[in-house]
């Protein structure tokens, strides 16, 4: 079951959007959670935080909250297992090339026979007596961002247990050849980012995407991304606090 912040917001007609956590821990994630946000992500593969971290913070999350997703620092299945069983909403797999490499992740959190998982819930409030509901709460979402990974979409989107394709635009370019950090303020993913959404749409599931604020990510909210990231937590902190200090920088007598 798809958590209520997300499934909210898509019934509704928009796009969930996310806040990101890596440089911080919990002060980050209670910030997004009381500014309103839909989901938090938190970040195991590009930050100092590691899946034990992520796993603390998700055991404290209330069941009111909105959606806790982790992406994990690679497409393992002890770490998968591991997050699941620590209460995560939705996970985020890196470096997803093949329909095979999907399928092993979506095995990470179903339990046999459907899966490999283990048992071993660590959050209290996780419905330990139907394992088919302690499966189906997390959102299994896998990344596009390699060459293989584009030439693959049609055969990734198609397996089953998936929630949706997340791109990292960086990567991705890079895997195409081109500048990183244009992916963010340019247009020179749009054709593949559209036949990654014309692919997410067939098998009727969400495309998500990173951005590093709210403006690009607008743009590609009106392009079909349902699942939008905001931003990391630096990156806001630092905007903000630009933004306050020039404030006062710009008053009479400062």
Request: hydrophobic share 45%; glycine share 12%; aromatic share 6%.
């Amino acid at each position: 079951m798809t958590h209520r912040s997300l499934s909210g917001a898509w019934e509704s007609g928009r796009a969930a959007l996310g806040g990101w956590v890596a440089a911080g821990g919990e002060f980050s994630l209670h910030g997004y959670q009381r500014a309103g946000y839909d989901y938090v992500g938190i970040d195991c593969q590009h930050s100092a935080l590691d899946e034990a971290d992520a796993a603390v913070l998700l055991q404290r999350a209330a069941p009111a909250d909105p959606a806790t997703i982790v992406r994990v620092s690679k497409n393992d299945a002890t770490l998968i297992g591991r997050l699941a069983d620590a209460g995560a909403d939705g996970i985020i797999v890196p470096m997803i090339s093949t329909a095979q490499q999907a399928q092993e992740a979506v095995a990470a959190i179903r339990y046999p026979p459907a899966g490999i998982r283990s048992f071993g819930p660590s959050r209290a409030d996780l419905p330990v007596s139907d394992l088919t509901e302690m499966a189906a709460r997390v959102s299994l979402f896998v990344m596009i961002e390699t060459a293989e990974g584009l030439d693959n979409v049609e055969e990734i989107t198609q397996v089953p247990g998936l929630a949706g394709i997340y791109v990292g635009p960086a990567d991705l370019s890079i895997g195409l050849g081109l500048e990183p950090m244009r992916a963010f303020t340019t247009d020179q993913l749009a054709e593949p980012i559209e036949r990654i959404r014309k692919a997410c749409e067939a098998s009727g599931i969400v495309l998500g995407m990173h951005q590093i604020d709210g403006a690009n990510a607008r743009r590609w909210i009106e392009r079909g991304v349902r699942l939008a990231t905001l931003g990391g937590d630096l990156g806001m902190f630092i905007t903000a606090a630009r933004a306050q200090l020039q404030l006062a920088r710009d008053a009479p007598g400062a």
